[in-house]
C-alpha cells in the first residue's frame, strides 16, 4: 500500500474495550477529543507527562538563571544552550535508530532514569555552592543526551499504543500537556525561586520524574514487532533512516513544512527588540513577557478545542493550511502596531502552530512502519529543536538589517509563499489522508 495515500501504522494494544462512539453534539464537538485516555497504557503514558512537562522547565529555568548568576553574561547563557543542543541533536538520531531495535518500554525506563540522576546532580552542585559553569555545562549536555535519546522512543511508542485513528487526538492531548508546561513551568519558577531558593528547583524536578519512571514502568512490554529483522544500532542505520524519509515523499514533506514554518517565521529573536522599541509604551517588562507566552497560550488553547479537528481525515490539507495560517498570523503580528493586537495574532499562530504538530506527527506516526518510527521521531526531534535555533539566526540578522517589523512581516509572507508552492509543486501532501 502507498503510504503517500494512506496509513500503515500496526493496530494498537488495547487493553481496554472502547464504547461505541456517539456523534458529538453542541459544545462537545469544540472540546478536546479524549478517546485515547480509553487506552491504559496511553493514559499512564500521558498522565506522567502532566507532571513533568512543568517539572522540566523549573530546570529550563534554573540553569540559564544559575549561569548568569555566576557570570553576570547573558553570552554565557547563550554557550549554555548550544552545550546543550549539540548533544541532544546526535543523540536523538542515534537514539532513534535504538528504539527501532529494542524494548522501547526499557529504553524510555533507562534514559528517564538518566535524566533523574542527573536533576539530582543538578540540585547537588547548587546546594553545595560549587558555582562552576563548567560543571552546569557538562550536566546540561548529559541531561539534553538522554532527553535525545528518550524522546524518538517515547513519540515512536504512541503508535503502538493507540489506533491510528487516534493517532491524531493523542498528538492534540500530548501537545497541549507539553505546551501547557510551557507556560505554567516558568511562572511556577519564578515565583518558587524567592520563597524556596534555586537549588530546590532541581530537585522538584527529580521528583517529578519519579512519577514518570512509574508509569513507564506499568507499560506494556514494547519490543521490536516480529516481522522487524534484527540490527544494530549504528551509523549505517541511521543514514538508511535518511534513505526511507527520501523515499517517502510524505515523510520528507511533513518534516520540510515544519522547516518552512519554524525557520522563516519564528520570530522570537526579534522579542526583546520590539518589547523595547514598538512596544515600549506598555512597559517593556510586560510586553516581553506577554509576547513570549502569547505563541504558547495559543497552542494550549487549540489543544483544548481540539475536537474541532482531530477527527479530520485529509491530514495533508490540516497541514498546509495550518501552515499557511501561521505564516499569515506572523505576517500579521509584524503589521501590528498595538501590543495587544500583537498577542492576539500570536495566539492565533499558537492555534495554529498546535494543528500542524498535531497532524504532522500523526503522519509520521502512521506513514512509517514501525521499524522506522523510532529514526523518524529521532529526526522530527533534531528538526523541532534545530529550527527555532535556526530562526534566532535569521531573524536577528534581517531584525538588524531591515528593523524588526519588517524582518517579522517579510518571514511570514515568505512562510505563506513557500508553503502554498510546496504544496502545489508535490501533490503528495495535498492528497495524503487516512
Known sequence: MDTSESSTAPEAEETEPSPRERPRRGWRRWAMDTRPLRRPAYRRLWSSTIVTAVGSQLTAVAVPKQIYDITGSSAWVGYASLAGLVPMVLFALWGGAVADTVDRRKLLLVTNTGIAVTSVLFWLQAVSGLDSVAVLMVLLATQQAFFGLNAPARNASIARLVPADE??????????????????????????????????????????????????????????????????????????????????????????????????????????????????????????????????????????????????????????????AWGAAIAGFGLSGSLWLAVVFLVCAGVADMVSMVFRGAILLSAATDEMRGRMQGVFTVVVAGGPRLADALHGTAGAAFGPRVAVTGGGLLVVASMLGLAAAVPALRRYRV
Open 167 to 324: 493517532l491524531a487526538a493523542a498528538n492534540a492531548l500530548g501537545s497541549t500537556v507539553m505546551q501547557t508546561g510551557l507556560v505554567a513551568g516558568p511562572l511556577l519558577a519564578g515565583s518558587l525561586i524567592p520563597v524556596i531558593g534555586l537549588p530546590e528547583l532541581y530537585l522538584l524536578d527529580a521528583v517529578a520524574l519519579c512519577v514518570t519512571l512509574w508509569a513507564v514502568a506499568r507499560l506494556p512490554a514494547l519490543p521490536p514487532l516480529a516481522s522487524a529483522t534484527a540490527r544494530r544500532a549504528g551509523v549505517r542505520e541511521i543514514v538508511e533512516g535518511f534513505r526511507y524519509i527520501s523515499g517517502h515523499k510524505i515523510l520528507l514533506l511533513s518534516f520540510l513544512a515544519d522547516v518552512i514554518a519554524m525557520v522563516f517565521g519564528m520570530p522570537r529573536a526579534l522579542f526583546p527588540q520590539l518589547a523595547a522599541e514598538t512596544y515600549a509604551s506598555s512597559g517593556e517588562g510586560p510586553a516581553l513577557g506577554l509576547l513570549f507566552a502569547a505563541i504558547p497560550v495559543g497552542a494550549v488553547l487549540g489543544g483544548l478545542f481540539s475536537g474541532t479537528f482531530s477527527r479530520a481525515r485529509r491530514h495533508g490539507w490540516m497541514v498546509i493550511g495550518a501552515v499557511v
